[in-house]
């Protein structure tokens, strides 16, 4: 069954611990208005391989900040839903998953271990007073017991700081849609985004979009036979039938997309139909019927016959918000 307590923790960061012993986690104290909170960030594996997968967008930008820069520090749940805060490293276009790379945990010198590159972006919330730390995870506490890290009383937390699907037969009753994990940290003093995700070499990028379980264990998002280069999300006058999605097939052959679709923030679907020509371009111009590209941001998902995701882009507020110009990206 899916995790039970998924949600995003909010908080300001004051004090860290790297990952050691049999079953390593990076620790972080952070505090919310009134409480202290602890959470857990896993920087090695229990089955091998045993680095963990890792991506850092050291600029992050997607149509969430918006609505985390308003949230009050403490925990809220999250509906593990499309078109809300929840992350889902497949459906939700956060960020290119074939990027991610395999780090150790703790090798000797200097950056060149997942403690030491999360301790990296720690240090820097701890050290500036009005950043924050966003934990999206599963929820533990309060517990009648002092923590065991940092010592404060109840002791309370958040863990499942990486994807939450796709997981080997072992943990598959842990899978589910739009709950995975993730760390994104705000430095207004710099006035970027730092995002950090993490997943497990034994975990596939292709599930089921109902229960999360593994159905392809081939690449994440495939070869990108077919890439999406451009959109217009706010046309000129009304939207709806004059939105459209520029199409690339970059492959030396031509591509039938007959039982295509190209899906929105809230998994609409448009199917597709017909053929593409060798490095041709395909204007898909959308009816609004199905699939709705919102002005506030949102994101573009193109799937494979197969139901697969081929490519996926978003797209933030600002990005929609000059009418009739098309987003490249």
């Known amino acids: ?121 720690i240090s820097k919330a701890i050290g500036m007073e009005n950043s924050a730390v966003y934990a999206f995870g599963q929820k533990w506490g309060p517990e009648n017991e002092r923590d065991k890290y940092f010592g404060f009383k109840p002791g309370s937390g958040i863990h499942d700081i990486h994807m939450n699907q796709g997981n080997s037969e072992a943990w598959m ?73 520029l199409l690339l097939n970059t492959t030396p052959e031509p591509i039938d997309l007959t039982g295509w679709a190209l899906a929105d923030k809230n998994k609409n679907k448009a199917p597709l139909k017909g053929s593409i020509k060798p490095g041709d371009v395909r204007k898909v111009e959308l009816s609004g019927k199905d699939v709705v590209l919102s002005n506030q941001g949102g994101i573009i998902s193109l799937l494979d016959k197969k139901g697969l995701k081929v490519d996926g882009v978003s797209y933030t507020k600002e990005e929609a918000s000059r009418q009739g110009w098309t987003i490249v990206f």
């Open 173 to 245: 009753e842990d899978d589910g849609v739009y709950q995975d994990g993730g760390l994104i940290i705000h430095l207004p003093d710099e006035d970027r985004w730092i995002a950090i995700f993490l997943a497990f070499q034994s975990q596939c990028f292709h599930t089921d979009d109902r229960t999360g379980h593994c159905i392809d264990e081939s690449p994440a998002t495939g070869d990108k036979s077919v890439r999406i280069i451009a959109a217009l999300a706010n046309p000129k006058g009304l939207d709806s039938g004059l939105e459209s999605v």
């Open 1 to 121: 069954m899916p995790l039970e307590g998924y949600g995003l923790l909010k908080g300001k960061a004051i004090e860290s611990k790297n990952g050691v012993g049999d079953n390593p986690h990076f620790q972080v104290l952070v505090v919310d208005d009134e409480l202290r909170h602890r959470i857990a960030v896993n920087v090695k594996s229990s089955v091998a391989p045993s680095e963990l997968l890792y991506y850092v967008d050291e600029d992050f930008d997607h149509p969430m900040i918006e609505e985390l820069m308003v949230l009050p520090f403490g925990f809220v749940d999250l509906e593990s839903r499309p078109g809300g805060m929840a992350l889902d490293y497949i459906r939700a276009n956060i960020f290119d998953t074939t990027r991610m790379r395999p780090l150790p945990h703790d090798v000797p010198g200097p950056n060149n271990d997942l403690n030491e590159l999360i301790h990296k972006y």
